[in-house]
């Protein structure tokens, strides 16, 4: 009996560890196959490259991960980046607003979008999918109006140095993703509205009953989620040097795949912010791995479609 009862713990633990640090041994072996497969991979050239590429990647993610947590999904992530990048590209011409008016002016507008998806989830009852795949539709037709379907050239040193610059070796974009990354993490992990998002995610009815305020939590967190992807915006637009209307196609996907590989389920109330960010750098390993081996673009995207598959599968299993 004592035999059994032993062995029984020994699954117990082998299994929680597995939970546990699953996602860094699967980061960590990915990185070793890419080593020993391009000599190039390991290049400090190439693993800055890796980071500043998933920096925007990663940043929708964490905002993705506050509505994941909650049981919703939103789908107008990479088309908020498009219309909060053109209006912040629009006010960043040389000589004109200081560097403060398109920064806040794209954060702005993406808090604006999320408190609008906020309140015809919790207060008009439409699915979180037909919703933000209406503001998808929505906020992408806005970005090509208001760029009158061109490019919006001609954009401040300043504001091109918020994605492009470099402060002691280390790309900006990144310093702003870890910073994010630490703000996120304490909200989830040591505030009171971090727990009630775990709560609703959980069990909404419960939490209702428990006297949270359900729909003013579920407003907040798609705020959080667009007013990040607003950011992302102003990021990716200084990055490039332009404000481009077509940018961010498909963006939503990819931060969505971080979130579910990270381990954040899609029923919600399980999961961490520090899932998601390995679930960012395993996405942006894989796709910077596959480039150095000259694989084909629809081939990634069909790796990327098998490990959504393969992520959910396992959500259910652990359900289960």
Known sequence: ?????????????????????????????LCLILSLSTPNFLKLSNIIN????????????????FV???????????????????IAASLAHPNTYPLIVPIIAGIFVGVLIGLFIGVIVAYGRVPPFIATLGVM??????????????PILDL???????GGGEIFGLPFPVIITLFVFLLVLFVLSKT???????????????????????????????????????????IQTSRIAVGQPSIGQGYEMDAITAVVIGGVSL?????????????????????????????SSYWQSVVKGLIIIGAVLLDRKKKN
Do not use: H, P, W
């Not at 401040?156 to 918020?162: Q, R």
């Not at 949270?212 to 992302?232: E, F, R, W």
């Not at 029923?267 to 000259?294: E, K, P």
């Open 68 to 86: 994941v947590l909650t049981g919703g999904i939103d789908l107008s992530l990479g088309s908020v980046v498009a219309l909060t990048g053109v």
């Open 137 to 150: 539709t929505a906020a992408r037709g806005g970005a090509l109006i208001i760029a009158k379907g061109r």
């Open 192 to 234: 009171k509205f971090g727990r009630y998002v775990y709560a609703i995610g959980g069990n909404e009815e419960a939490s209702r009953a428990a006297g949270i305020k359900v729909n003013i939590i579920t407003i907040m967190v798609y705020i959080i989620c667009s007013g990040l992807a607003g950011l992302a915006g102003i």
């Open 156 to 162: 401040s040193s300043s504001f091109s140095f918020i």
């Open 1 to 29: 009996m004592n035999k059994k009862l032993l062995i029984e713990r020994n699954q117990y633990k082998n299994k929680n560890v597995l939970q546990k640090y699953g996602l860094l041994f699967v980061f960590l072996f």
């Open 50 to 65: 890796i980071f500043r590429s998933i920096s925007i990647i990663s940043i929708l993610a964490f905002g993705a991960t």
């Open 267 to 295: 029923s919600g109330g399980r999961g961490s912010v520090v899932g998601t960010i390995l679930g960012s750098l395993i996405i942006g390993v894989l796709n910077n791995g596959l480039d150095l081996l000259n694989v």
